[in-house]
């Protein structure tokens, strides 16, 4: 039971464009959601965080929109740059659950062209 | 401020051998959770440990054990490996507060190979 999607596996953009990558999830417990960019031989490195009390969390080029009524998250990245090629996993989790576990997407991975 | 580090880089047991990896927390945080990643796949949540205690587990068996010491560093215990059980671990450490969020770190893994 995937609790949370990426339902796109690749993305590419060319470099100065708008990314936007896409996340869904199920489960209406969830109330916190992070965004993780991943190189190759890497642990993921947090991006940006948004709670369920918010719709939008800007950080710099990098801003996470939540729609909780569709259970849908997605992150924009303006301007794109080579920099940002990367693997991106969504994560939720449950604050009520007491545990503070991350429930992950499968990632989408991002081509920025130069 | 050091951040998460994670031992060894790389490991290749062979089946029904025992492997442990270890975590060194970031400093001041107190929680500590382990991942696994299988390839082309999003990290799998394993168990979590606050103050030395586990704190909620995964849908992992009971051979997947893990603590958490005094100066929070931990250690993942993998008894009768199986070949599925080749994966890049992930520990991930948080500094635990009153607020629901609570955003978590994570070391560079450890890429487990069985043979």
């Known amino acids: 039971d995937q609790q949370v999607k990426q339902n796109s596996p690749s993305l590419s953009v060319q470099e100065g464009r708008i990314s936007i990558l896409n996340c869904d999830y199920t489960?209406?417990?969830?109330?916190?959601f992070l965004w993780y960019k991943k190189y190759p031989a890497e642990g993921p490195t947090f991006l940006i965080s948004i709670s369920s009390i918010k719709d939008k969390n800007e950080d710099g080029r990098f801003t996470v929109f939540l729609n909780k009524s569709a259970k849908h998250l997605s992150l924009h990245i303006v301007p794109s740059q080579p920099g940002d090629s990367a693997v991106y996993f969504c994560?939720?989790?449950?604050?009520?659950?007491?545990?503070?576990?991350?429930?992950f997407g499968t990632g989408t991975r991002l081509k920025v062209l130069a | 401020e050091t951040g998460v580090t994670q031992s060894p880089t790389h490991l290749i047991k062979t089946r029904g051998q025992q492997v442990t990896l270890r975590c060194s927390s970031q400093?001041?945080?107190?929680?500590v959770s382990w991942y696994q990643q299988a390839l082309g796949q999003g990290p799998q949540f394993i168990f979590q440990?606050?103050?030395?205690?586990?704190?909620g587990r995964g849908n992992f068996p009971p051979r997947f054990s893990g603590l958490q010491f005094p100066n929070y560093s931990s250690e993942l215990n993998v008894n009768a490996l199986e070949l599925d059980d080749s994966a890049l671990y992930l520990c991930?450490?948080?500094?635990?507060?009153?607020?629901?969020?609570?955003?978590?770190?994570f070391g560079p893994g450890t890429r487990l190979t069985v043979l």
């Open positions: 991930a450490s948080s500094p635990r507060s009153q607020t629901s969020t609570d955003t978590q770190y």
């Open positions: 400093s001041g945080h107190n929680t």
């Open positions: 489960n209406s417990m969830f109330d916190y």
């Open positions: 440990y606050y103050r030395e205690e586990e704190n």
């Open positions: 994560a939720a989790s449950a604050s009520t659950s007491g545990t503070y576990k991350y429930i």
